[in-house]
């Protein structure tokens, strides 16, 4: 090949990724940017493991050529077709990652996350029906402010902890795939480990198991649990991610050891096994980016499973109303998608694309493929991922849609259940081959143009290997509807929680979402929910002055936010009266209506004084929430060091003190890299106050970590206004 020639192939094959990056510029300062970031991270790194890294394991052999048909000679837009079908091929392939595989994850970690909570719930002093009514969590944003936040944080701590303990697993998970396989193989009479063998499609299932696994554990941390007052979950994260990286690490690398001996003498297996391990980092790489998407909505889903537990025995019937809705709204999307179905059927058994040779040449070990039938069997990869795009977004969004109408969650479920059984037969189907790239060439263009076509391998499970791979290929496709329903729903609502008072000494903490659609007055009525209503903070739209007395009245009612139950008149012609006067409020963008998602019930407790102290026992910063009960400084700051050196040389434990009782008062302790702080409280411990604790602490460090890092002992560093105002604002009560 001539120089020209050489960098045309390399400039053609990074043509489009070189496309992808060019929007990144002009939106990289923005949240968007930091999204498009993220996507186009997977997508690179989803090429150089599906369109480059395959060369390794075809190293010697001749690369196929993607033969011309007459008239084909010179023909460039055909050469660009393909280009562009084969690139389309590889971002759906992508794509299924974040919109079929990673939805799967999201989905059922959360129940394994409720398992991990009833070990720890039975494991702990008093029955688990009592521990888990002192059980709480924090959740006050709304999924998609969530979103927001962490991307303009841009805090890659988790990901890269996730990531390396993926890597560390890895080695072992694939070495006792192997010796699976093999005895498979003895077993059943079938071929040892080989390119064309179950290895690559099972290792995508085995990644999914994994995954699922490690998030389970890491959403006890993220949605920071607690009994008690104490976050058990950041423990179980903590001690399980020690102790997969004690074990793991050196059987990881026995893994690897026991793989080069075990095949010295056969280096194309070697490659093959580096190829997918290659290929399991890409799938580690591709969740962790989009970890922070998907993991909002793993978290409320947990909280609501943890809130449907508490309240499970509240003898509660959930009306089913608007039924004609539902029943509407659930034939209605089984009929369009069955009408998108049977048009892709018709397309392509309608046409050149019902030919049997695209599939038969599309075959990793088919010989002689044409350049149209290559094009076309990308063109069959794109179609079927549209076949299932159209599932989730036409089901899923009626079924969003549906749970508007529905009052309890689990009922609009109930009733699509069938629907999406449905649907999954048509999207379902047990793959029995496995997608990757096979070196090839074609002289469309003039020279010998190489480039990796997609082709698929031959990896029918067979034995232990199906029977593993049943629970994630027969309920992926439902699953999958079933969350991305959730992100339709969720994804527009915005949170906001209220302490709701029980009596003297009990609070209630509810968390409500925004409601799209005014309430029925059937809903307006009942007595058992508790509606939040708020004025809106943006500028009015009308003119107050010319208004009636009882909305102005009103307006100046809700410059506080009050609960529905609250305003509403006792008397029935009022309350009709009134229900049209809030909807009228409603309806001019003047007030909003919260619905009640969760709640749970806290003590009451008096909060004293706030200590910030250094690592060496040298009080730091101290606040008084009653000027009558802060203490001397420097006495609370030796008392700590004193304490705290005895403790670790008495019983030798590594484990940090968290909390102290004196009485009626309680210190509840937080830690930072080079600071702890210390809260004094009267009542009962919740997460209601060491959550707040623990952001300041998060928080002061971080302001101050430049003087910390080497703290002279000045204190006039911190002897700012802000830091009090930040108190205020962590410490303010709902």
């Known amino acids: 090949m001539q120089v020209i020639e050489v960098f045309l192939t390399i400039f053609l094959n990074i043509l489009p990724i070189l496309i992808l990056v060019i929007p990144y510029f002009f939106i990289r300062k923005k949240i968007i940017g930091r999204l498009y970031l993220r996507i186009y991270l997977g997508i690179l790194i989803f090429y150089i493991v599906y369109w480059i890294l395959p060369i390794i394991f075809q190293i010697g052999e001749d690369p196929k050529e993607l033969a011309l048909q007459p008239g084909e000679e010179g023909n460039m837009l055909l050469g660009i077709g393909y280009l562009f079908t084969h690139f389309g091929s590889l971002l759906t392939q992508f794509a299924s990652y974040p919109l079929v595989t990673l939805p799967f994850i999201f989905f059922v970690a959360p129940f394994i996350s409720i398992l991990l909570t009833w070990n720890r719930l039975r494991k702990d002093e008093g029955s688990i029906k009592d521990n888990l009514r002192l059980t709480t969590y924090q959740i006050k944003t709304s999924p998609n402010r969530k979103i927001r936040d962490d991307l303009t944080r841009n805090d890659w701590t988790r990901e890269k902890q996730i990531l390396k303990l993926m890597i560390v697993l890895l080695p072992i998970s694939l070495y006792l795939l192997q010796v699976i396989i093999e005895i498979s193989s003895d077993f059943l009479g079938t071929e040892n480990v080989s390119l064309t063998s179950s290895l690559g499609w099972f290792l995508e299932i085995l990644f999914v198991y994994l995954a699922t696994f490690i998030f389970s554990i890491e959403l006890l941390h993220s949605s920071q649990i607690s009994l008690k007052g104490r976050y058990f979950g950041e423990n179980i994260r903590d001690q399980s991610y020690k102790s997969l990286y004690t074990v793991g690490a050196p059987i990881s690398i026995l893994s690897i050891i026991l793989f080069i001996i075990q095949y010295r003498n056969q280096l194309d297996t070697l490659l093959v096994i580096f190829y997918f391990f290659a290929y399991f980092i890409m799938a580690s790489v591709i969740f962790v980016l989009f970890l922070k998407l998907f993991e909002p909505f793993s978290i409320l889903i947990f909280v609501k499973i943890i809130d449907w537990w508490k309240k499970k025995d509240l003898k509660r019937r959930s009306k089913l109303r608007n039924s004609s809705y539902l029943i509407f709204f659930a034939l209605l999307s089984i009929g369009l998608y069955l009408i998108v179905f049977g048009a892709i059927s018709i397309f392509v058994n309608g046409n050149f694309l019902s030919d049997p040779n695209i599939l038969n040449q599309g075959n990793f070990e088919a010989t002689n493929p044409t350049l149209s039938n290559a094009i076309l069997f990308e063109f069959l990869i794109i179609l079927g991922f549209i076949n299932i795009l159209m599932s989730i977004l036409i089901v899923g969004l009626f079924l969003a849609r549906t749970l508007k109408y529905v009052k309890n969650l689990r009922v609009g479920y109930l009733i699509y259940f069938p629907i999406t059984i449905i649907i999954s037969f048509f999207v379902i189907g047990i793959e029995e081959y496995w997608l990757t790239g096979q070196l090839s060439y074609t002289t469309v263009f003039g020279f ?3 480039i990796l076509r997609t082709a698929g391998i031959d990896a029918s499970l067979v034995g232990l290997l199906q029977i593993l791979s049943y629970p994630y290929l027969y309920t992926r496709a439902i699953f999958n509807i079933i969350f991305w329903s959730l992100i339709f ?66 307006l100046i009612t809700l410059e506080n936010d009050k609960i529905l139950q609250e305003i509403k008149p006792k008397d029935e012609n009022e309350k009709k009266r009134f229900y049209f006067t809030l909807k009228y409020l409603f309806l001019k963008n003047l007030v909003d209506i919260w619905k009640p998602e969760l709640s749970y019930v806290y003590e009451k407790v008096e909060k004293q004084g706030l200590y910030i102290i250094y ?120």
Do not use: C
């Open 489 to 554: 729903y969720y994804i527009k609502k915005d949170f906001k929680s209220k302490n709701i008072p029980i009596d003297e000494k009990y609070i209630e903490k509810t968390l409500f979402s925004t409601i799209s659609d005014f309430l029925s007055y059937e809903d307006y009525i009942e007595e058992g929910d508790s509606y939040l209503v708020t004025k809106k903070k943006s500028k009015l739209v009308i003119d107050i002055k010319k208004e009636r007395e009882e909305i102005k009245n009103l």
């Open 448 to 450: 010998e143009f190489f």
């Open 615 to 734: 690592d060496d026992g040298r009080g730091v910063f101290n606040y008084a929430f009653k000027s009558e009960d802060i203490q001397d400084p420097g006495l609370v700051s030796g008392m700590f060091s004193a304490i705290t050196s005895f403790i670790k040389e008495m019983t030798k434990s590594t484990e940090v003190l968290k909390k102290i009782d004196h009485g009626d008062i309680s210190i509840l302790l937080e830690y930072g890299d080079k600071i702890f702080g210390a809260l004094f409280i009267k009542g009962t411990q919740s997460s209601e106050v060491r959550a707040p604790l623990k952001q300041f602490v998060q928080k002061f460090e971080e302001r101050y970590k430049d003087v910390l890092k080497d703290w002279t002992g000045a204190l006039q560093h911190f002897e700012d206004e802000e830091n009090t105002k930040l108190i205020e604002k962590i410490f303010k009560e709902d």
